[in-house]
T-cell receptor
Framework: AQSVTQPDIHITVSEGASLELRCNYS??????LFWYVQSPGQGLQLLLK??????LVQGIKGFEAEFKRSQSSFNLRKPSVHWSDAAEYFC?????????????FGTGTRLTIIP | NAGVTQTPKFQVLKTGQSMTLQCAQD?????MYWYRQDPGMGLRLIYY???????DKGEVPNGYNVSRLNKREFSLRLESAAPSQTSVYFC?????????FGPGTRLTVL
């Protein structure tokens, strides 16, 4: 069964500082990987996704993530955070085989931005 | 959000009451999903539907039923609500290999 671990429950970063959110997955085949963001009281918005090819993927709002198969990781990064980035971030994994459409989510990382 | 709408936005129930959460998409996509979100637990899949007329259990289906009578709508029913079902419920559809989420329904069971 697939699983996702987000080891950091809560991270606090100063505005303008760099950010890295960790995500480790477990899956026996080639995974599809996603990062979603959820602002308070809102639904989930897709930040970026990895299916295949270049292991460094760019997303919206200046975010990027790197797929490292050897480490089973898909960490999210941003060079300089803005106060509007304060939100909860979820990593998710799905199976890259036709017909299996389920996503498994991590427990999330809450990001706080301080001035 | 790829045109996913949910009603109601908020609901308070008493233990034992029943209700149906509605989800609709305005696009002609096959797959739809129901998740619940609880603090510290992320999103967990309750049921999903790969196409009209078909449904399958997810990770936490107990206490819920679903109905996919047409391609557009996918409803989630609580027959006898319990306090453990207090949660935020999200519906999603699938566009290609991506899932898009509705705004959610916040349900409280007293």
């Amino acid at each position: 069964a697939q699983s996702v671990t987000q080891p950091d429950i809560h991270i606090t970063v100063s505005e303008g500082a760099s950010l890295e959110l960790r995500c480790n997955y477990s899956y026996g085949a080639t995974p599809y990987l996603f990062w979603y963001v959820q602002s308070p009281g809102q639904g989930l918005q897709l930040l970026l996704k990895y299916f295949s090819g270049d292991t460094l993927v760019q997303g919206i709002k200046g975010f990027e993530a790197e797929f490292k198969r050897s480490q089973s990781s898909f960490n999210l990064r941003k060079p300089s955070v803005h106060w509007s980035d304060a939100a909860e971030y979820f990593c998710a994994v799905g199976a890259a085989n036709f017909g299996n459409e389920k996503l498994t989510f991590g427990t999330g990382t809450r990001l706080t931005i301080i001035p | 959000n790829a045109g996913v709408t949910q009603t109601p936005k908020f609901q308070v129930l008493k233990t034992g009451q029943s209700m149906t959460l509605q989800c609709a998409q305005d696009m002609n996509h096959n797959s739809m999903y129901w998740y619940r979100q609880d603090p510290g637990m992320g999103l967990r899949l309750i049921y999903y539907s790969a196409s009209e007329g078909t449904t399958d259990k997810g990770e936490v289906p107990n206490g819920y039923n679903v109905s996919r009578l047409n391609k557009r709508e996918f409803s989630l029913r609580l027959e006898s609500a319990a306090p453990s079902q207090t949660s935020v419920y999200f519906c999603a559809n699938r566009v290609g290999n991506e899932q898009f989420f509705g705004p959610g329904t916040r349900l409280t069971v007293l």
